[in-house]
Protein backbone atom coordinates (compact mmCIF):
# COMPACT_ATOMS: atom_id res chain seq x y z
CA UNK A 1 0.00 0.00 0.00
CA UNK A 2 1.43 3.72 -0.81
CA UNK A 3 0.05 6.40 1.07
CA UNK A 4 1.01 10.05 1.47
CA UNK A 5 0.90 11.53 4.61
CA UNK A 6 -0.58 15.53 4.87
CA UNK A 7 -0.13 16.87 7.96
CA UNK A 8 -0.78 20.49 9.65
CA UNK A 9 -3.13 22.34 12.09
CA UNK A 10 -5.79 22.77 9.39
CA UNK A 11 -7.15 25.86 10.66
CA UNK A 12 -9.12 26.04 8.54
CA UNK A 13 -8.83 23.12 5.85
CA UNK A 14 -9.24 24.49 2.32
CA UNK A 15 -9.36 23.77 -1.17
CA UNK A 16 -5.61 24.03 -1.61
CA UNK A 17 -5.40 21.47 1.11
CA UNK A 18 -7.66 19.21 -0.84
CA UNK A 19 -6.21 20.36 -4.31
CA UNK A 20 -2.61 19.23 -3.25
CA UNK A 21 -3.89 15.88 -1.73
CA UNK A 22 -5.52 15.06 -5.02
CA UNK A 23 -2.33 16.14 -7.04
CA UNK A 24 -0.53 14.14 -4.56
CA UNK A 25 -3.16 10.95 -5.46
CA UNK A 26 -2.51 10.94 -9.15
CA UNK A 27 0.94 12.41 -9.53
CA UNK A 28 2.58 9.77 -6.94
CA UNK A 29 0.23 6.81 -8.26
CA UNK A 30 -0.87 6.75 -3.88
CA UNK A 31 -3.36 4.34 -3.20
CA UNK A 32 -4.05 6.69 -0.20
CA UNK A 33 -3.73 10.35 1.75
CA UNK A 34 -3.74 10.65 4.77
CA UNK A 35 -4.51 13.89 6.75
CA UNK A 36 -2.74 13.94 10.30
CA UNK A 37 -4.29 16.99 11.77
CA UNK A 38 -2.10 18.49 14.51
CA UNK A 39 -3.44 19.34 17.87
CA UNK A 40 -0.71 21.98 17.44
CA UNK A 41 2.11 23.08 16.02
CA UNK A 42 5.33 24.04 18.19
CA UNK A 43 6.69 26.58 15.71
CA UNK A 44 3.58 28.22 15.82
CA UNK A 45 1.28 30.23 17.89
CA UNK A 46 -1.68 28.18 18.56
CA UNK A 47 -3.72 30.73 20.73
CA UNK A 48 -7.17 31.31 19.30
CA UNK A 49 -6.67 27.52 17.26
CA UNK A 50 -9.77 25.97 16.94
CA UNK A 51 -10.81 23.13 19.37
CA UNK A 52 -9.08 19.63 17.13
CA UNK A 53 -12.47 18.04 17.21
CA UNK A 54 -13.48 20.93 14.34
CA UNK A 55 -11.04 21.09 12.64
CA UNK A 56 -11.11 17.33 12.11
CA UNK A 57 -14.73 17.38 11.58
CA UNK A 58 -14.35 20.28 8.87
CA UNK A 59 -11.41 18.70 6.96
CA UNK A 60 -14.05 15.63 6.62
CA UNK A 61 -16.61 17.65 5.33
CA UNK A 62 -14.27 18.76 3.23
CA UNK A 63 -12.72 15.99 1.79
CA UNK A 64 -15.18 13.18 1.70
CA UNK A 65 -13.32 11.62 -0.69
CA UNK A 66 -12.73 7.47 -0.25
CA UNK A 67 -9.03 7.57 -0.55
CA UNK A 68 -8.51 10.60 1.81
CA UNK A 69 -8.25 9.56 5.94
CA UNK A 70 -8.89 12.74 8.41
CA UNK A 71 -7.51 11.50 11.04
CA UNK A 72 -6.55 13.09 14.54
CA UNK A 73 -3.53 10.58 15.64
CA UNK A 74 -1.16 12.80 16.94
CA UNK A 75 -3.29 13.53 19.58
CA UNK A 76 -4.02 9.77 20.26
CA UNK A 77 0.00 8.41 20.71
CA UNK A 78 0.76 11.89 22.29
CA UNK A 79 3.59 12.85 19.87
CA UNK A 80 4.21 16.65 19.33
CA UNK A 81 6.93 16.67 16.38
CA UNK A 82 6.39 15.33 12.70
CA UNK A 83 9.42 13.04 13.20
CA UNK A 84 8.12 10.58 16.31
CA UNK A 85 4.75 10.78 14.47
CA UNK A 86 6.18 9.16 11.24
CA UNK A 87 8.86 6.87 13.57
CA UNK A 88 5.74 5.85 15.28
CA UNK A 89 3.69 5.00 11.40
CA UNK A 90 6.59 3.60 9.98
CA UNK A 91 7.09 0.64 13.98
CA UNK A 92 3.05 0.00 13.47
CA UNK A 93 2.39 -0.46 9.68
CA UNK A 94 4.85 -2.34 8.50
CA UNK A 95 4.76 -3.08 4.93
CA UNK A 96 3.02 0.44 3.88
CA UNK A 97 4.92 2.41 1.69
CA UNK A 98 4.85 5.97 3.40
CA UNK A 99 5.30 9.38 1.52
CA UNK A 100 5.58 12.87 3.52
CA UNK A 101 3.53 15.23 1.58
CA UNK A 102 3.96 19.01 2.04
CA UNK A 103 3.54 22.63 0.60
CA UNK A 104 6.40 25.27 -1.02
CA UNK A 105 5.91 26.83 1.84
CA UNK A 106 6.55 24.70 4.70
CA UNK A 107 10.17 23.40 2.34
CA UNK A 108 11.02 27.09 3.00
CA UNK A 109 10.72 27.01 6.80
CA UNK A 110 11.78 22.71 7.13
CA UNK A 111 15.09 23.41 8.46
CA UNK A 112 13.84 25.10 11.84
CA UNK A 113 11.31 21.48 12.30
CA UNK A 114 12.77 19.17 15.18
CA UNK A 115 15.16 16.47 13.37
CA UNK A 116 14.26 17.41 10.36
CA UNK A 117 17.03 15.70 8.57
CA UNK A 118 16.15 12.41 10.03
CA UNK A 119 12.79 13.21 8.34
CA UNK A 120 14.08 13.36 5.46
CA UNK A 121 16.35 9.90 5.71
CA UNK A 122 13.01 8.51 6.97
CA UNK A 123 10.89 8.28 4.17
CA UNK A 124 11.11 10.07 0.63
CA UNK A 125 9.11 13.93 0.46
CA UNK A 126 6.76 15.42 -2.38
CA UNK A 127 6.85 19.07 -2.03
CA UNK A 128 3.61 21.22 -3.78
CA UNK A 129 4.19 24.15 -5.52
CA UNK A 130 2.42 26.98 -3.84
CA UNK A 131 1.77 30.85 -5.29
CA UNK A 132 4.76 32.58 -4.07
CA UNK A 133 6.38 30.35 -1.90
CA UNK A 134 7.91 27.76 -4.99
CA UNK A 135 9.49 30.93 -6.56
CA UNK A 136 12.74 30.39 -3.73
CA UNK A 137 11.71 27.12 -1.18
CA UNK A 138 14.26 25.19 -3.44
CA UNK A 139 16.86 27.55 -2.61
CA UNK A 140 16.06 27.31 1.17
CA UNK A 141 18.15 26.32 4.03
CA UNK A 142 16.52 22.64 3.38
CA UNK A 143 16.25 23.01 -0.10
CA UNK A 144 19.75 23.28 -0.80
CA UNK A 145 20.88 20.92 1.68
CA UNK A 146 18.81 18.04 0.06
CA UNK A 147 19.16 19.35 -3.43
CA UNK A 148 21.68 16.32 -4.13
CA UNK A 149 18.35 13.95 -3.11
CA UNK A 150 16.16 15.93 -5.73
CA UNK A 151 14.75 13.32 -8.36
CA UNK A 152 13.40 14.48 -11.97
CA UNK A 153 9.06 15.25 -11.53
CA UNK A 154 8.93 12.72 -14.46
CA UNK A 155 10.12 10.29 -11.75
CA UNK A 156 7.25 11.15 -9.09
CA UNK A 157 5.34 7.65 -9.81
CA UNK A 158 7.81 5.87 -8.55
CA UNK A 159 8.89 7.88 -5.42
CA UNK A 160 7.14 5.57 -2.97
CA UNK A 161 9.35 2.82 -3.86
CA UNK A 162 12.51 4.71 -3.41
CA UNK A 163 14.82 4.91 -0.74
CA UNK A 164 14.94 8.41 1.26
CA UNK A 165 16.16 10.75 1.02
CA UNK A 166 14.47 11.15 -2.20
CA UNK A 167 12.41 14.46 -3.11
CA UNK A 168 10.54 15.57 -6.05
CA UNK A 169 8.90 19.16 -6.73
CA UNK A 170 5.06 18.57 -8.02
CA UNK A 171 4.12 21.63 -10.13
CA UNK A 172 0.64 22.43 -11.23
CA UNK A 173 -1.71 23.20 -8.61
CA UNK A 174 -0.73 27.25 -7.78
CA UNK A 175 -3.12 28.05 -5.31
CA UNK A 176 -2.90 31.18 -3.46
CA UNK A 177 -5.31 30.27 -0.68
CA UNK A 178 -3.05 29.68 3.03
CA UNK A 179 -5.07 29.02 6.18
CA UNK A 180 -3.16 31.76 7.74
CA UNK A 181 -5.10 34.45 5.44
CA UNK A 182 -8.46 32.96 6.10
CA UNK A 183 -8.14 32.46 9.76
CA UNK A 184 -6.85 36.60 9.46
CA UNK A 185 -10.50 37.05 7.50
CA UNK A 186 -11.94 35.25 10.16
CA UNK A 187 -11.01 37.31 12.90
CA UNK A 188 -11.60 40.32 10.89
CA UNK A 189 -15.07 39.38 9.89
CA UNK A 190 -15.68 38.88 13.89
CA UNK A 191 -14.33 41.99 15.00
CA UNK A 192 -16.59 43.33 12.87
CA UNK A 193 -19.43 42.12 13.80
CA UNK A 194 -18.41 42.30 17.28
CA UNK A 195 -18.08 46.02 17.06
CA UNK A 196 -21.53 46.09 15.11
CA UNK A 197 -23.21 44.84 18.05
CA UNK A 198 -21.53 47.43 20.23
CA UNK A 199 -22.84 50.02 18.52
CA UNK A 200 -26.62 48.76 18.47
CA UNK A 201 -26.55 48.31 22.19
CA UNK A 202 -25.33 52.36 22.76
CA UNK A 203 -28.27 53.07 20.18
CA UNK A 204 -25.93 54.75 17.45
CA UNK A 205 -27.09 52.43 15.00
CA UNK A 206 -29.72 49.74 14.09
CA UNK A 207 -29.68 46.53 12.51
CA UNK A 208 -31.76 45.03 10.14
Known amino acids: MRVGLFGGTFD ?7 GASLLALKRLKLD ?39 SGL ?3 IKTKYTYDTLSWLLAHC ?22 WR ?15 PSLYASASTAGQALARFQLPESAAAALA ?9 LHGLK ?8 RALRRRGKDGGNR ?8 RTKRK
Not at 100 to 114: E, P, T, Y
Not at 175 to 182: Q, Y
Open 94 to 115: PGVRFVWVMGADNLRSFHRWQS
Open 74 to 76: EAV
Open 12 to 18: PPHEAHL
Open 175 to 182: SPLSSTAL
Open 32 to 70: AVWWLVTPGNPLKDTRGLAPLSERISAARILTAHPRIKV
Open 161 to 169: DRRAPAWVF
Open 196 to 203: GVSRAKGG
Open 118 to 132: RIAELLPIAVVDRLG
